[in-house]
């Protein structure tokens, strides 16, 4: 059982930063593969980005964030982070972080385990 808490999001300029973390508690996150996913009202949830589990180092990102979202994990705190530069109004959403066993993959499906979300919203 893996459970997962995400923090770090809030309102900001369109053009601004956030980095949003989640930290995992349980079984053994770093076999994992893990994911963000975000919501918008109206929307279904849909892939943002993806990495394998530790030491195979594997990233996969939407088309829509390519460039502009990075993320990144640290095996000894046990979270998962994603930076997200140049913000738009569009990436407005309620944001996930999962879990699944390996492969990466980018199916809400085929993830596991789920935070609670966190909001992000980008003003205009």
């Known amino acids: 059982q893996v459970q997962l808490v995400e923090s770090g999001g809030g309102l900001v300029q369109a053009g601004g930063s956030l980095r949003l973390s989640c930290a995992a508690s349980g079984r053994t996150f770093s076999t994992y593969a893990v994911g963000w996913f975000r919501q918008a009202p109206g929307k279904e949830r849909e892939f943002v980005a993806g990495?394998?589990?530790?030491?195979?180092?594997?990233?996969y990102y939407a088309n829509s964030v390519k460039g502009r979202f990075s993320i990144s994990r640290d095996t000894t705190k046990n979270t998962v982070y994603l930076q997200m530069n140049s913000l738009k109004p569009d990436d407005t959403a309620v944001y996930y972080c999962?879990?699944?066993?390996?492969?990466?993959?980018?199916?809400?499906?085929?993830?596991?385990?789920w935070g609670q979300g966190t909001q992000v919203t980008v003003s205009s």
């Open positions: 990495r394998s589990r530790s030491g195979a180092a594997a990233t």
């Open positions: 999962a879990a699944s066993e390996p492969p990466l993959r980018i199916g809400v499906a085929d993830y596991d385990y």
